[in-house]
């Protein structure tokens, strides 16, 4: 494949994704967050994102994660590389997972 030429901000999907989080507070947006201020889906969030991270990079920019935690025993998924929500804490088996955030960094 040729080098991608990313598209003028804000026209596309992956455009709006990237004003989102450069807009983004403190704690980030999560998938949820940003499939509504965007319009696609929650599931697809991940998949943009990956590619949006590599068009980051070819700007000098980061995406950051903030990492997913266990609302029951607040282990932190901090090791974790993959963009999309843990299925259950290793720890403590529990499914209710404060799924991680993202936002824009230089
Ligand atoms: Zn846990």
Redesign the pocket.
Known sequence: MSTPVPPPRGSTVRGALEAALADAPEHGLTAKDLSALVGISEKDVAGHLEHLEKSLKAQGLRLEVLPAS?I????TFKDRRRLTRPGA?P????PRIDPPAFRVTS
């Open positions: 266990c029951g025993c607040g282990f804490c720890e403590c088996r529990s």
